[in-house]
């Protein structure tokens, strides 16, 4: 089938420096104005002046209907390749041929102005968006629906908490009806039930046959919603496949940053006026940090929090999903003598280690989420925060794993390594 | 507990394959991103998709300007109105400035409205790009449109401001005379000349943020080598020659001649409408090479 996108050659050259200028100054500029009012006048380049290519050949066809994840470290291109895709800033070299209408969305809430209240923002931000005002008028209700800020539509968005100024810019976007989205990391904002509607919001944009160019440093996000994923590395495409493979790709190169995530600030970490999140780390039994876990090994979850107020009994929990997004257990602490034996007045810095055994789960990649909660409320959840470390796990099949010496695929999401016991029931020719 | 969270998960199924009806797709594509050649034509088609945002910009313009003032848009006639009364107690009645024969006050007010206007729109537009940098960076869209929104926002404030010049007439008895028939013609050579010049320096105050520092003192000498607080008349002959190079100058006394009936300075129209007419090129052509670093210098 024809690609909607085709994306050839594209490369990007920032030059450094003062801020791209080239070491060209106005007095220069204006001299060479003079000169020639209509010659080529763009930026002469500094000689000597250092350049940086963003993006380098970069080449890929997106199909109609194809969600597809842009992954890579920062640094990568991803953001200049959306830049470029959504023509804020043009290409060095290179074509990119579009079939369709383009939305882009780099940020939530773009163009929306504190003193302008729900209802005006609506309309301006959705003109930014390349919508009509007939369009918005037509959808405005959904939109409103969509955001749950009815009460508020008449207050200026200054007004608003983030939670409903980030609600309303996203159903904005969310209701353009682009042929191709792209989208940029929109999704790390607002609360958990918020982001599981835009999600959904967002898987249905590709059912409905949209093509979603979607970037984003949220893996398990990525294969949920993009069968297909490109990784850059130095502004070129080193990966493109499919996304559980790419992300696998991804995390193996990252397993050491991924193994450990820090809130260095209480203000900024998750959680409430009771708990907040401070750190989940994963270690070795002898508390080095660890990304590549051997199957057979092992692997200590340390969840650090704060407890900013007495009174509550406090467990600790978490989530492992693979790459797929598929839950491979969950795990808290719900131990009578967990719950009741500890000192209710206690304020302060606590951990709580958990180790997972050795071959228990599968090869693959994972990610841990984790929680406080007071169970005995209900359970009420004090802090929470999704897919904050991620490990792999390979099986370097000596033999003594649960793979035996069969080295082919596997299937299951844990293999333990269970005992087998087969003996003789009968002896010689079997009757029928 | 954990459920809570695994709950919310389960909402999040892997993605299916779509069944809806594929969109067919146009044999030539809709947009080719490629790098620009140095002589880069308006892409009128582009600006005319947009120009629902011409009128969201100007109209959030507006809005925003006035929002929280008590006085809101009684503003837009305060300002020359002010101005008018403070040229005429120091201009008019302490220097004697001559005023072609016109009560000062009407004199002063017909010309500070059009500059107030231009200057407005000048600077208003010569510093929108830098002001709406978080657009720029964020989203596509013909640039073209933010300058010309800051314009149109200006242009809507000139004619509620004058409503007031209306009644002022009335009050001095002036009747309007067929040169009244021209007046639209002012307006949109002041509308295209402000344009011009807010295209140029937006686009330039982009690269060099010293543009929009000596903007403001560069609009203040501006006026006063324009025919606002006296006639043209006030200009030794040897020097008018000289004197209406300035385009300001034709439209200024062409606002005076259509509304008080003077004879017209042909002269000095045509020379700021030929001026204008080049000066729209030339910063259309400019802007449009800086056009596509916008995003990466702003």
């Known amino acids: ?432 | 507990m954990s459920e809570t969270i695994a709950n919310e998960r389960a909402g999040l199924s892997p993605p299916t394959p779509p069944n809806a009806p594929r969109p067919t797709l146009p044999d030539e594509p809709l947009v080719v991103i490629r790098p620009s050649k140095s002589w880069v034509a308006i892409n009128l088609r582009d600006l005319w998709a947009y120009r629902e945002l011409l009128y969201f910009l100007a109209w959030r313009d507006i809005k925003v300007r006035y929002k929280q003032t008590a006085l809101g848009l009684l503003w837009v006639v305060m300002q020359p109105l002010l101005l008018t009364l403070i040229f005429t107690v120091f201009l008019g009645r302490l220097a004697r400035v001559p005023s072609d024969g016109i009560p000062y006050p009407l004199f002063i007010f017909v010309g500070l409205l059009p500059w107030t206007f231009f200057s407005n729109a000048v600077s208003n537009s010569g510093t929108s790009l830098v002001g709406n940098s978080h657009l720029i960076t964020k989203v596509y869209f013909p640039r073209l449109i933010v300058p010309a929104a800051a314009v149109l926002a200006r242009l809507m404030d000139f004619l509620v401001a004058f409503t007031i010049l209306i009644g002022m007439l009335a009050f001095y008895g002036v009747a309007p005379t067929p040169n009244l028939l021209l007046l639209p013609v002012m307006a949109l050579l002041t509308t295209a000349m402000a344009l011009g010049f807010g295209l140029l320096i937006a686009a330039l105050n982009v690269r060099y943020r010293d543009v929009g520092v000596v903007l403001p003192v560069l609009l203040q000498l501006w006026m006063f080598v324009s025919p606002i607080l006296y006639p043209t008349s006030l200009v030794p002959e040897s020097w008018r020659g000289l004197y209406v190079l300035n385009p300001v100058v034709g439209v200024i006394d062409g606002f005076r001649a259509s509304i008080l009936g003077h004879p017209f300075n042909w002269g000095a129209l045509a020379i700021t409408a030929l001026a204008t007419v080049f000066l729209l090129i030339y910063s259309t052509y400019t802007f449009r090479r800086y056009e596509k670093d916008f995003a990466d210098v702003i």
């Open chain 1, 1 to 432: 089938m024809k690609p909607i996108i085709e994306v050839e050659g594209i490369a990007k050259r920032y030059s450094l420096g003062t801020g791209g200028a080239s070491y060209q100054t106005l007095r220069d500029a204006l001299a060479g104005m003079a000169k020639a009012p209509f010659g080529r006048g763009r930026a002469r380049k500094g000689a000597g002046g250092e350049t940086l290519w963003a993006l380098k050949d970069v080449n890929f066809k997106v199909q109609p209907g194809e969600a597809i994840g842009v992954i890579g470290h920062n640094g990568a291109g991803k953001s200049t390749l959306l830049k470029v895709l959504s023509r804020i800033t043009e290409p060095t070299a290179g074509s990119i041929k579009l079939y369709g209408r383009v939305v882009s969305l780099l940020e939530v809430g773009t163009g929306f102005h504190p003193e302008l209240t729900g209802r005006e923002n609506i309309y301006l931000n959705g003109a930014i968006l390349g919508m009509r005002r007939s369009e918005i008028n037509q959808k405005f209700d959904e939109i409103v629906a969509f955001s749950e800020i009815e009460k508020f539509l008449d207050t200026p968005v200054k007004h608003y908490s983030s939670g409903m100024y980030t609600r309303l810019a996203f159903a904005v976007a969310a209701h353009l009806e682009p042929e191709i989205l792209v989208v940029d990391e929109v999704l790390a904002v607002g609360d958990a039930a918020f982001q599981r509607k835009c999600m959904n919001k967002m898987r249905d944009v590709g059912q409905q046959g949209r093509t979603v160019i979607f970037v984003s440093h949220n893996m398990p996000a990525i294969v949920r919603l993009c069968p297909r994923a490109i990784m850059l590395e130095g502004g070129r495409v080193i990966e493109d496949g499919p996304a559980h493979h790419v992300t696998g790709v991804y995390l193996g190169t990252t397993g050491k940053m991924f193994s450990e995530r820090v809130w260095e600030q209480q203000a900024a970490a998750p959680g409430d006026e009771t708990v907040r999140l401070r750190a989940v780390r994963l270690k070795d039994a002898a508390g080095q940090p660890l990304g590549l876990v051997d199957i057979r090994q092992p692997l200590v979850v340390e969840i650090e929090y704060d407890v900013l107020r007495p009174g509550k009994r406090l467990s600790a929990g978490f989530i492992c999903n693979n790459d797929e997004g598929v839950c491979a257990f969950s795990s808290a602490e719900v131990e009578a003598e967990t719950i009741y034996g500890q000192d209710i007045n206690f304020t302060g810095r606590r951990v709580a280690r958990c180790t997972i055994p050795g071959n228990l789960l599968a090869e693959g990649t994972f990610t841990v989420s984790a929680a406080v909660y007071a169970i005995l409320d209900g359970p009420h959840i004090h802090a929470q925060e999704s897919d904050i470390v991620g490990f792999r796990v390979y099986d370097p099949a000596e033999g003594d794993s649960a793979r035996g010496i069969y080295t082919g695929p596997v299937a299951g999401v844990v293999r333990p390594r269970l005992a087998w016991e087969s003996v003789p029931v009968l002896e010689g020719a079997v009757s029928r």
